[in-house]
């Protein structure tokens, strides 16, 4: 799958993530963001971000050119810089339904 195959199916799922999340708890609308910054800077990756502005935590999601079947993710904070270690999930196993239960489980 080409990394731009790959960014768009992250996005989907993401979105079918965030509406299954809106659904289940309203009080908390996280945001998705999709940055292209790290390729535009020399690095081989792309990046998304949910972020829950009411808590100021954020997920980091990155698909490296180099390990294509892999997503790696942290759970981290808006106003601080990611740590270094992430970790790695086959991309296949980075489902709407895995997703949502990372933003579930850390923002609520």
């Known amino acids: 799958m080409s990394t731009d195959l790959q960014l768009k ?3 989907d799922r993401a979105t079918e993530a965030h509406t299954q999340f809106q659904k289940a ?13 790290m390729r535009k800077n020399g690095v081989p990756a792309d990046a ?4 829950c502005l009411a808590s ?31 970790t790695r999930m086959p991309f296949n196993e980075m489902t709407a339904k895995a ?8 923002f609520v």
Do not use: W
């Open 9 to 11: 199916t992250l996005c």
């Open 25 to 37: 708890i309203s009080d908390i609308n996280p945001i998705v963001g999709v940055s292209q910054h």
């Open 48 to 51: 998304m971000t949910i972020e």
């Open 56 to 86: 100021g935590k954020r997920i980091i999601l990155i698909l490296h050119d180099q390990a294509p079947d892999i997503v790696s993710y942290q759970l981290t904070f808006r106003d601080q810089d990611p740590d270094k270690a992430f």
């Open 99 to 106: 997703l949502y239960e990372l933003m579930k489980d850390y």
